[in-house]
């Protein structure tokens, strides 16, 4: 599935930066193949337009903000919040004309801490966290970067138990322990929750630090959600009472480049494991993640009988995706894009 040609997938919310990356400057970012740019307005919330001037095309985002417009540092043309141009400076003529001059504009707002933005009339709300908001949880920005994979590979792969025990056995992995528990699903409109119970090994002092054991292996039980159509969150329940809740975001840029934002909500201290050493723990495993995944061809298939790519029982959760979307496309009329196709 290219992403970019689904108009469908331009109707969901998708996180596209930290917002702390806002702060006083105009910031550029594409999205489905859409090149917008962002910045904070007067009234506390955030502008979004193609970022694209209608003079002459440059990129406003090389421009700068004004009273909380957006200035082209091209030719000065000045364009409200709301992609209507506020001034043309040249002339007491050209001043006229800038009425009827307007930039597409696109529905921004922020939540945990990130910038989220539709293209479009979205079809379901920003996911709900439930950890965001209760008393003894903290949150624990992880990191923010562009992968070289399809979006959907990612969202695959945080379901896919049995690659855990290979792609990982430098960290929690078990390579002579290749087989997985059973995995529950519960299917919804949006998306599913899932349920898996597995042993994993626990390597090194940073490891057993991190999820409150002094033993070498431990047994995690993972309730996780998928919320169409690139967000996954992870709760995983240790033992010995710890709670480390994984948010991870594919935001696609483009069919073979993904924005990938992670977070973290944990039910302990900074004095019981510091932040640093929550980031170190989890970056060692995507780091393992990414350098397979960059492997994959971007352009997933949803058809899941026509023998492109094989399958075995633990695939179901990425089945059930590649499903759901194709029944999504289908529903609004739309037929799945493919390369060379």
């Not at 709670?243 to 990938?260: E, G, R, S, Y």
């Not at 393992?288 to 997933?300: K, N, Q």
């Amino acid at each position: 599935m290219l992403v970019t040609k689904q108009h469908v997938l331009r109707r969901f919310w998708y996180p596209v930066m930290p917002l702390a990356h806002l702060a006083e400057s105009p910031k550029p970012f594409t999205l489905l193949g859409e090149n917008i740019v962002l910045w904070p307005d007067s009234d506390g919330g955030i502008a979004c337009l193609k970022d694209r001037c209608r003079h002459r095309t440059a990129k406003l985002s090389a421009g700068y903000l004004e009273n909380g417009n957006i200035v082209c540092g091209y030719h000065g043309w000045t364009y409200a919040p709301n992609g209507a141009c506020a001034r043309i400076p040249q002339s007491v003529e050209d001043e006229r004309m800038a009425g009827k001059v307007r930039v597409d504009s696109y529905r921004a707002v922020a939540k945990y801490g990130y910038v989220w933005v539709a293209l479009d009339e979205p079809l379901i709300d920003i996911p709900d966290l439930p950890e965001a908001a209760l008393p003894g949880f903290r949150q624990i920005d992880q990191f923010y970067e562009t992968w070289q994979i399809g979006a959907l590979r990612l969202m695959e792969n945080s379901f896919d138990s049995a690659h855990i025990a290979f792609v990982h056995r430098g960290t929690f992995g078990n390579v002579e322990r290749p087989q997985i528990a059973r995995r529950e699903l519960m299917q919804g409109p949006w998306g599913f929750d899932s349920v898996a119970i597995q042993p994993v090994k626990v390597r090194g002092d940073l490891a057993r630090k991190a999820v409150h054991t002094g033993s070498e292996e431990t047994v995690r039980r993972t309730e996780s959600s998928w919320y169409m159509p690139f967000v996954r969150r992870a709760a995983i329940h240790y033992p010995e009472g710890l709670v480390h809740v994984i948010v991870t975001c594919a935001t696609p840029m483009v069919d073979d480049k993904t924005m990938v934002l992670q977070w973290a909500y944990r039910n302990d201290t900074e004095a019981e494991v510091s932040r640093a050493d929550v980031i170190a723990f989890d970056r060692a495993i995507t780091f393992e993640d990414r350098a397979i995944l960059e492997t994959c061809d971007p352009d997933v298939p949803l058809a899941v009988i026509d023998g492109e790519e094989m399958h075995m029982g633990s695939d179901r959760p990425g089945l059930v995706m590649r499903r759901m979307l194709a029944q999504l496309l289908s529903n609004h009329g739309e037929v799945e894009a493919r390369l060379g196709a």
